[in-house]
């Protein structure tokens, strides 16, 4: 068998692979991600749009003598398959060059370890002009001139990225200043998600500081572990004799979060595109947003979602891409999670419609029936047996006509279409709150003050107590029972 060298012709290879779809966002983690194998607990993040622009990324992790050097800046350098360190992030050793020059068309890499500092470059112009895997190796002086180059000689050992020649940030943009001020928020956004469970220092993890020119990025935690419920005790799958743990949570429902809760966990496009599993590989963030079409998002799910850790031995089966952006669960994985996602499902549509148990609670009460048609469908009715309606109705049964006409226009009237519109927006709707203690205890005062008896009053408050919201202030109907004997 007669076989030849065939190598890809440089030019061309380079070009290609900038566009395999990194955005800013991606590719500005993607270099973190190798911050983080090296053991860097602070990363710096600079963008500079004035002038000579550029971007670097600084850390102070381990550094880089000559050969890891050369290595890291060699296309292909690892092979997908092989065994690697449990923390390690990456996985095809493409990942600092496709991700930098998807961004730029010069990419500078500058290494620190102790006394010795090494420089390689790729200038894809240079290599268009060379035909040739012409990596440029920087002299002392060369080096000098690279932007932010103090910051490393001040640390005992790190690495220095630098991205310039920003063609394809550029392109088709007028104020690129403007444009950049854009970009770093979206940047700021997305590590402050990605790297979340970093950023607070969760347990068996360093702690890592992330900072966009001088300022520090906060963890962004999408479950809002302080406020949540955690649906289900964690699930250990075994694949492969390597442990996947899935961990369901429930959101709160939107009346208990704060507005900036609300931003933060729905980000640009609302709690319902976000509901669904967050996929870790190593605790670092890939996929999220996705039910990996076993279910459809909609609205009775989108407090729901499940934490799924996954370890790097397992990425062939998740079928990660270069990106770290799009992965798959293996069949033997799919089977586990449809049982999960059911059960988590049902407890988010019961958080959602929190006022909706009164159509399942029989113990209780309540204002509103929900009834079902007999052509199918359902529909409300204000329940004509509730206690504060039958008070009405004894203190003045001339009205009970006109009574119950007006009921009858407010359950045909209720403006379903925007309420519907108005709980997908996620605004926090101000009847849709509890009321507190000082509110239920004066709304029982003014029906018991319509009381002319000891005895109307005690019946009133017995009949009440059991029907919300005042069943939640059991305290307070007590209280006012001791007042009325």
Not at 31 to 41: Q, T
Not at 58 to 85: C, E, H, V, W
Not at 431 to 440: F, I, M, T, Y
Request: charged share 30%; with cysteine.
């Amino acid at each position: 068998m007669k076989t030849m060298d065939l190598p890809p012709y440089a030019p061309t290879l380079i070009e290609s692979t900038r566009a395999i779809g990194y955005s800013l966002e991606t590719a500005a983690a993607d270099i973190i991600d190798n911050s983080i194998a090296a053991g860097a607990n602070m990363v710096n993040l600079s963008f500079f749009p004035i002038g000579e622009s550029y971007i670097s990324i600084l850390d102070n992790g381990f550094g880089m003598d000559a050969d890891k050097l050369n290595t890291a800046m060699q296309y292909g350098s690892r092979n997908p398959i092989d065994a690697r360190d449990a923390q390690d992030l990456g996985r095809f050793g493409l990942g600092l060059k496709t991700a930098s020059l998807s961004q730029c068309r010069c990419l500078t890499v500058i290494s620190k370890q102790a006394d010795k500092i090494e420089g390689r470059r790729w200038d894809i112009d240079y290599v268009s002009k060379t035909g040739m895997w012409s990596l440029i190796i920087l002299e002392k002086e060369e080096m000098n001139d690279v932007p932010n180059i103090d910051g490393l000689l001040a640390q005992d050992s790190g690495t220095l990225v630098v991205w310039r020649k920003l063609d394809r940030l550029k392109s088709g943009e007028t104020d690129f200043e403007q444009v950049m001020g854009r970009r770093i928020d979206s940047v700021r956004e997305h590590l402050s998600l990605v790297f979340h469970r970093y950023l607070s220092g969760e347990k068996g993890i360093t702690k890592l500081k992330i900072s966009i020119n001088g300022q520090k990025i906060s963890a962004s935690d999408p479950f809002l572990e302080s406020k949540s419920t955690q649906a289900m005790d964690d699930e250990i799958l075994l694949v492969h004799g390597q442990k996947i743990t899935v961990r369901a949570y429930i959101l709160p429902h939107i009346s208990k979060m704060t507005q900036k809760e609300r931003e933060d966990l729905g980000g640009k496009e609302g709690l319902r595109r976000q509901q669904g599993f967050y996929i870790y590989r190593n605790k670092r963030l890939l996929v999220w947003g996705t039910w990996f079409r076993m279910r459809r998002q909609d609205d009775l799910s989108k407090l729901a979602r499940i934490r799924v850790d996954i370890p790097n031995t397992l990425d062939d089966l998740w079928t990660l891409d270069i990106k770290k952006s799009s992965a798959l669960p293996p069949a033997e994985v799919r089977k586990n999670l449809e049982i999960i996602i059911e059960k988590i499902a049902e407890r988010s549509k019961r958080t959602w419609t929190f006022r909706g148990k009164r159509e399942t609670d029989d113990r209780s009460v309540h204002i509103w029936n929900r009834m079902k048609n007999t052509h199918g469908g359902f529909y409300y009715e204000i329940n004509r047996v509730h206690p504060m309606v039958e008070q009405i109705l004894r203190q003045a049964p001339n009205v009970s006509v006109m009574l119950n006409e007006l009921l009858k226009q407010i359950e045909t009237g209720i403006p379903l279409n925007q309420l519907y519109v108005d709980l997908n927006n996620e605004e926090q709707l101000v009847n849709g709150q509890e009321q507190n203690e000082q509110e239920v205890k004066e709304a029982l005062k003014n029906m018991l003050a319509a009381q002319t008896t000891a005895e109307e009053k005690l019946a009133l408050l017995v009949a009440l107590e059991g029907i919300e919201p005042f069943s939640q202030h059991p305290l307070v109907v007590s209280e006012l029972k001791k007042e009325v004997l």
